[in-house]
């Protein structure tokens, strides 16, 4: 009586097509996961990037924030409900920027209203916001989280480099000439509360200096981007994503 062979698979081949076919699954679920969270990381770039972009739209396209109230500014531009109704355009203060700050993970913005005494119309925009007394409305104030749990960094090397990068808090002033409504954006380290400290003339720090914000991806995947604020910002074309691979003077 002959042998009967039946068409099929032996254990040992099976077991190497399970074996191989869980391999390739586990590799396109690592491919799969590792692109997600590099999408992650952009995003959380991207998004940071265009959140100080849009604070130039909210200076020049000024709305008013105290509506329904009769308001009134004291010497240091404090907004005071007084009962007094004025007539409109003829309060004491002026809605003139707008005032960010980061706090490692949180983006903070508000709007700023100023003051002066000043009659003078001579010097330069900046002279003249000098004579300002600013103050940030906290009753505006905007909170937004930096996507996915990412914070930004300083510089891991070059110039503004620190060790380590984080944590890391800036403050970021945008203020509209009442002069001549040219926008200036003005940069300090730190939470700075005291806003008239920060308009300062120059490629300096408090002032109009560039800066790198690098974000730390802090759990997705993906490093060396920064948003970046041109030196003399005065639009949101001065606000753009840059990477290490473009030649600054500082890398993240």
């Known amino acids: 009586m002959g042998v009967i062979y039946k068409p099929g698979f032996t254990i040992i081949e099976t077991m190497l097509f399970l074996a191989l076919t869980g391999v390739m699954v586990a ?18 770039v991207s998004t940071l990037k265009s959140t ?17 109230a009769d308001v009134a500014c004291d010497s240091s531009a404090n907004v005071t409900n007084v009962g007094v109704t004025l007539p409109r355009g003829q309060a004491d203060c002026i809605l003139i920027g707008r005032y960010l700050t980061i706090d490692e993970t949180v983006v903070s913005a508000s709007a700023v209203v100023g003051r002066t005494s000043s009659t003078s119309t001579s010097g330069t925009d900046i002279q003249n916001l000098q004579t300002y007394e600013l103050t940030a409305l906290a009753s505006t104030t905007e909170n937004t989280e930096i996507e996915w749990g990412a914070s930004i960094a300083w510089p891991s090397s070059g110039s503004g480099s620190r060790s380590p990068t984080t944590p890391r808090q800036l403050t970021m002033l945008i203020l509209q ?8 954006t003005f940069t300090s380290d730190g ?16 002032g ?12 997705v995947i993906g490093r060396g981007s920064a948003v970046f604020i041109q030196a003399f910002a005065s639009g949101p074309n001065a606000v753009e994503v840059r990477t290490n691979d473009m030649g600054d003077a500082s890398t993240c």
């Open 27 to 44: 590799g396109i679920l690592v491919g799969t996961g590792t692109s997600i969270n590099t999408q992650r990381y952009r995003d959380s």
């Open 191 to 206: 939470i700075t509360t005291n806003l008239k400290s920060m308009v300062i003339a120059g490629n300096t720090i408090p």
């Open 177 to 184: 000439s009442p002069k001549s409504g040219l926008v200036y």
């Open 208 to 219: 109009q200096a560039q800066r790198r914000i690098c974000v730390e991806p802090n759990g």
């Open 52 to 68: 100080l972009a849009q604070q130039y739209s909210e200076v020049s396209n000024t709305r008013n924030v105290e509506r329904g």
